[in-house]
């Protein structure tokens, strides 16, 4: 069965420090990942998605995400954080037969400190 | 910016008792979903929706649980007799189209619902 692996229930890091949060999955096939990211109050926002391709893929708002296969991760990646960046990140994974059936991950909250 | 709107933000209802959680999707949008995450837990996948029925649905949509679109606009998720358990956040989403890797999920930001 797929799911999905967040293994930081929290990160706090510092405005203008560099983050990496980590995401592995299990799944047999080529996998379709995704990060998104939830804002208090907002919807679950898109980030960015992996299909196939290039393995590093570049998202919304600054952020980057490196699909391994050899490790069954999809770690996200801003080089500098904003404030505005304190939220919540799933990321999930989808089959290519699902009619969009994502599957997500725990979540990481992240915080930002001035 | 179009987007898929969810009401009511917030409800509370007693054990027992029917709600109905509404959604508008993206207007020109032709699938639509049902997520729904219990506090602290993962967000999970309950039931997706096309050409007027169901396309998918997991195990926790059991027969408690009905969706329509009952107009061109409005999507709804009826949940007939709530228990204590179905108290969660729940995310619409709609999509241009069906399967994954074709297109984005757009969601809601949630109808919260607590079960006293």
């Known amino acids: 069965a797929q799911s999905v692996t967040q293994p930081d229930i929290h990160i706090t890091v510092s405005e203008g420090a560099s983050l990496e949060l980590r995401c592995n999955y299990s799944?047999?096939?080529?996998?379709?990942l995704f990060w998104y990211v939830q804002s208090p109050g907002q919807g679950l926002q898109l980030l960015l998605k992996?299909?196939?391709?290039?393995?590093l893929v570049q998202g919304i708002k600054g952020f980057e995400a490196e699909f391994k296969r050899s490790q069954s991760s999809f770690n996200l990646r801003k080089p500098s954080v904003h404030w505005s960046d304190a939220a919540e990140y799933f990321c999930?994974?989808?089959?290519?037969?699902?009619?969009?059936?994502?599957?997500f991950g725990a979540g990481t909250r992240l915080a930002v400190h001035p | 910016e179009p987007e898929v709107t969810q009401t009511p933000s917030h409800q509370v209802t007693q054990m027992g008792q029917e709600v109905i959680l509404r959604c508008v999707p993206i207007?020109?949008?032709?699938?639509f979903y049902w997520y729904r995450q219990i506090l602290g837990q993962k967000v999970e996948f309950l039931v997706s929706?096309?050409?007027?029925?169901?396309?998918?649905k997991s195990e926790i949509f059991d027969d408690q649980f009905s969706v329509e679109r009952p107009d061109g606009s409005n999507f709804t998720l009826k949940i007939r007799s709530t228990k204590l358990e179905d108290s969660a956040m729940y995310f619409c989403?709609?999509?241009?189209?069906?399967?994954?890797?074709?297109?984005?999920?757009?969601f809601g930001e949630g109808s919260r619902l607590t079960v006293l």
């Open positions: 989403a709609s999509s241009g189209r069906g399967r994954v890797g074709t297109g984005e999920l757009f």
């Open positions: 799944y047999g096939a080529t996998p379709y």
């Open positions: 992996y299909f196939s391709g290039d393995t």
């Open positions: 999930a994974v989808a089959n290519s037969g699902g009619y969009n059936k994502l599957i």
């Open positions: 207007s020109n949008h032709l699938y």
């Open positions: 929706f096309y050409n007027n029925e169901i396309s998918e």
